[in-house]
Structure formats: structure tokens, C-alpha cells
């Protein structure tokens, strides 16, 4: 009868150190999800900064150069159709 307990529990062990192990990859990958939707956050960001430093520049010296905002949304979807197909995500 000792024997039989300390096999299942043996057993029970094992199964907990599987579902662990799981676990653990499956935290490794949501982390890897969320740098991978920081980054492409901060890029975005980065690139929305940009667009309105040129506007600043165009006031602030008085320049005629117009910004293509439809472009500019245009090359954004391009640019997040691509993101999601290289990094295999969705949203």
C-alpha cells in the first residue's frame, strides 16, 4: 500500500512539473506577444512624431510642402499587413 502511495505521488509530481514546464512556455510566448505589440506600437509612435515635427517645420518656416495624410494611413496598413504576416500575429 506505501508503495502504491508513493507511486502516485511520484506521479503526481511529474504531471505538476509538465504542467509547469507548459505554463512556463506559455508565459515565455505571451511575453514575446507583448514585446512584439510594444515595438510596434513605438514604431508607430515614433513615425506619428515625425509626421507632426514636418508639420511644425512647414508652420514654423513658412513652407507650402503638404503632407499626404492618405499616404501616410495608406503606408500604415501596408506597413501593419506586413508586420502581422512576418510575426505571425493578429489583430
Known amino acids: 500500500m506505501k508503495e502504491m502511495d508513493e507511486y502516485f505521488q511520484e506521479s503526481?509530481?511529474?504531471r505538476?512539473?509538465?504542467?509547469?514546464?507548459?505554463?512556463?512556455f506559455k508565459l515565455k510566448e505571451c511575453h514575446d506577444k507583448e514585446l512584439t505589440?510594444?515595438?510596434?506600437?513605438?514604431?508607430i509612435g515614433n513615425s506619428i512624431d515625425e509626421i507632426i515635427e514636418l508639420e511644425i517645420e512647414n508652420e514654423r518656416f513658412?513652407?507650402?510642402a503638404e503632407i499626404d495624410y492618405k499616404s501616410?494611413?495608406?503606408?500604415?496598413?501596408?506597413?501593419?499587413?506586413?508586420?502581422?504576416?512576418?510575426y505571425k500575429i493578429n489583430f
Not at 505538476?16 to 512556463?24: A, H, P, S, V
Open 12 to 14: 503526481e509530481i511529474q
Open 16 to 24: 505538476l512539473e509538465g504542467e509547469i514546464f507548459e505554463l512556463q
Open 37 to 43: 505589440y510594444k515595438q510596434l506600437l513605438s514604431e
Open 62 to 64: 513658412r513652407l507650402d
Open 72 to 86: 501616410c494611413i495608406s503606408n500604415l496598413k501596408n506597413y501593419l499587413q506586413e508586420y502581422k504576416r512576418v
